[in-house]
């Protein structure tokens, strides 16, 4: 099974350390998130995985080689030209997973607890095209999803604003996770150029299954700020 790492943001939360460096460099105890995310994706059996770049891309790239890939075969995927966000960057990288086999996608700026392998299972014994990570959070944007936690819509929560894919009498909201498990199906996306895999799966999400996998209770941080870096060194010792 391969991976992608999105590594390619600004990482704007995370200044000032992103004024002179990528956000996957960042440390949480001594080890940047691009090595314990690698090393997670280990722990699951995943050893081959793509990185897109584009923000102090070779510094990302020289941790890369001088690690021998953390003991993983990593890939990298150039956007130095133009950061391409997550959806148009899995675009750019499709050619790395052109094939039968489902593959995972994550931020590289998430540490969490997550079974993976469960989550992949659930997903090759569905008949999604896609399964979303997602918990019962606080968070200004949400997915929306029926009662058998199939993708209906997406919301924020600060302007209130909605987009439905499918019209249903009841919703439940849930804060996306950053790891999707893909089938390829999904690369035969009718966009170009830079958007969000968010814009994927609502287009999709209207006569195709994306099921949302609630790890609810797991250990999360989204490491985008200088003070959850030091909240995730006490989470993940």
């Known amino acids: 099974m391969k991976a992608m790492l999105f590594a390619a943001g600004l990482g704007t939360r995370l200044k000032p350390f992103t004024d002179k460096h990528p956000k996957a460099l960042a440390e949480v105890n001594g ?120 993708l209906c819509g997406w919301a924020n929560n600060n302007t209130h604003q909605q987009r439905i894919s499918r019209e249903v009498p009841w919703m439940q909201p849930f804060a996306f996770s950053g790891i999707q498990v893909l089938s390829p199906e999904i690369l035969q996306m009718p966009f170009t150029g830079k958007f969000s895999m968010i814009d994927v799966y609502l287009h999709f999400a209207k006569d195709h299954i994306i099921r949302g996998y609630d790890h609810t209770g797991n250990v999360f941080i989204d ?15």
């Not at 990302?60 to 080689?65: A, D, K, M, R, S």
């Open 31 to 150: 080890k940047t998130l691009l090595e314990l995310n690698i090393r997670y994706l280990q722990r699951f059996g995943i050893e081959d995985v793509i990185v897109n770049v584009h923000h102090f891309a070779d510094q990302i790239e020289q941790v890369i080689n001088d690690n021998s890939g953390f003991g993983s075969w990593v890939t990298v995927s150039d956007e130095r030209d133009e950061v391409l966000e997550t959806g148009g960057g899995l675009l750019k990288a499709a050619p790395y997973f052109e094939g039968e086999e489902p593959f995972v996608v994550m931020n590289v700026d998430i540490l969490t607890t997550l079974d993976l392998g469960t989550m992949i299972a659930a997903h090759k014994e569905d008949d999604a095209i896609a399964t979303l990570a997602v918990m019962k959070r606080e968070s200004s944007r949400q997915l929306l999803f029926d009662e058998h936690m199939i």
């Open 223 to 237: 490491v985008g700020k200088p003070e959850s870096l030091e909240k995730a060194a006490y989470l993940f010792e």
